[in-house]
């Protein structure tokens, strides 16, 4: 060793003992960045509609709490619901979940509210089409239990027509249709009929009520502006106020709910109060379908989501119209008795077989 050499101490050999630094996760801030991402995306794409409305199971209503006949009675036993269905037009999120969903139909929103026609319009309508579906429904079952009704159409009032169709430009709003190809109109459903099996470029001559005159017009059926393969109108129809001579009042409060479809079941709850045996022998009996003046019970759509509906809802029978059978049917399984009806006369027959 140098002699020198002066001895210095190594500073180290007094420190502290090394602690590791602490290092921060970054899987949280990781996660809270999709989350926040995800949330951003709901939010700004929720409100994006796709042209597309979905058809789901709706609520199942007891038509005793709609109807009230003064002079008739409430039955203690069994129940009779009519059916419905919620429609919506879809946004993505509820697009995709109805493409999962099997009890959810998915349905092109031309097929639903054609182009141009607001949704005020479709809402208007479809109140119309109930409005229609109560006066027939007490008209049927009062003259089924033998009284004397009386109830004439005056006409199909024009809510207003689509732009671009046959209709724009002749028929205006406040038109009273009268007489369609010779033939009488005296309800929305009477145009309706007369026009089921018009072809494009068919001539249509209308008899109009216009303010206080009767006005002769003809005009030619076009294209559907979505679908070129059908013909169309482009009228939006709600009744002309009809007389109405009914020797038995009848309340009927539809609420809000649109649509022809309760008709039948409408029917049939009248009916039900003014005889003193119950129609449904106990049971719990659902049901859908229009009602024509006639007795004539016609189809409805979502037939597959009412189904599910009455099954849901602990139903023993659905009376579905007989164009809606073998479609009711495939989703019943052996959930819920499915039973065909054409008339108002089948739907009685088979409950009074009860």
């Not at 849901?312 to 009806?341: F, H, S």
């Amino acid at each position: 060793m140098d002699s020198n050499a002066t001895l210095v101490d190594d500073p180290r050999d007094d420190a502290a003992p090394a602690v590791p630094s602490r290092r921060i996760p970054k899987w949280p801030f990781v996660l809270a960045g999709v989350l926040f991402f995800i949330g951003v995306s709901i939010a700004v794409l929720w409100p994006i509609e796709v042209d597309y409305y979905t058809h789901s199971p709706g609520p199942v209503y007891d038509t005793s709490d709609f109807i009230n006949v003064p002079e008739g009675q409430q039955s203690d036993v069994g129940e009779l619901f009519f059916l419905t269905v919620v429609q919506k037009q879809a946004n993505i999120f509820e697009y995709i979940a109805g493409r999962i969903d099997p009890t959810v139909a998915i349905v092109p929103r031309q097929n639903v509210r054609p182009p141009d026609v607001s949704q005020e319009q479709l809402r208007r309508e479809n109140l119309a089409a109930m409005e229609e579906s109560k006066t027939n429904a007490t008209f049927v079952a009062l003259q089924e239990l033998g009284f004397e009704p009386t109830f004439m159409g005056t006409g199909a009032l024009v809510i207003d027509t689509v732009p671009g169709s046959a209709a724009e430009g002749v028929l205006l709003p406040d038109d009273v249709i009268v007489g369609l190809n010779g033939k009488p109109v005296g309800l929305r459903s009477d145009v309706i009929d007369l026009l089921a099996d018009k072809q494009i470029g068919d001539v249509v001559a209308m008899v109009v009520q216009r303010e206080g005159e009767e006005v002769e017009l003809t005009l030619v059926l076009g294209p559907h502006t979505d679908d070129p393969e059908r013909p169309m109108i482009g009228i939006l129809l709600d009744n002309n106020t009809p007389i109405v001579e009914f020797p038995v009042e009848v309340l009927i409060d539809s609420a809000n709910i649109g649509g022809p479809s309760a008709g039948l079941m409408f029917t049939l709850q009248i009916i039900d109060q003014l005889t003193e045996e119950p129609l449904t022998a106990g049971l719990r009996i659902a049901g859908t379908g229009t009602i024509g003046a006639d007795g004539t019970v016609g189809p409805i759509g979502g037939i597959e989501q009412k189904v599910y509906a009455a099954i849901d809802a602990g139903a023993a029978v659905a009376l579905v119209p007989a164009l809606n059978y073998d479609d009711a049917v495939a989703v019943a399984g052996d959930d819920i008795i499915v039973v065909r009806v054409a008339t108002i006369d089948d739907a009685l027959d088979y409950l009074r077989s009860l």
